[in-house]
Nanobody, 125 residues
């Protein structure tokens, strides 16, 4: 059974940076495209970034393009989200997700099969 654990969240000032990690166990992530999503209180889960199984292609939401970078280390079975120049509107619970069913990357949450439990990011102004 695949299990994913996010870490690296916390409280950060606007303009600062954070690096989130998503450690996967139970199966190699080479079989999965991976994504990061965010959910603010009272809001739907929002797509942020995705990366193909090989790492050769990435997709970003407009709201984070140029500030966030998704990457993966298949040898460590870990996916990362580097967050730069964070803003108060980046506050929320951050989730990683794994997609084993599709080629390429997907922005729809229902395209993903496995989810982590989330890590909270709070950006103060």
């Amino acid at each position: 059974q695949v299990h994913m654990v996010e870490s690296g969240g916390g409280l950060v000032q606007a303009g600062g940076s954070l690096r989130l990690s998503c450690a996967v166990s139970g199966r190699s992530i080479i079989f999965y495209a991976m994504g990061w999503f965010r959910q603010a209180p009272g809001s739907e889960r929002e797509f942020l970034a995705a990366i193909t199984s090989s790492g050769g292609s990435r997709d970003y939401a407009e709201s984070v393009k140029g500030r966030f970078t998704i990457s993966r280390d298949n040898g460590k079975n870990t996916v990362y989200l580097q967050m730069l120049n964070v803003k108060p509107e980046d506050t929320g619970a951050y989730y990683c997700a794994a997609d084993a069913r599709h080629w390429g990357t997907r922005r729809e949450a229902n395209a993903y099969d496995v989810w982590g439990q989330g890590t909270q990011v709070t950006v103060s102004s």
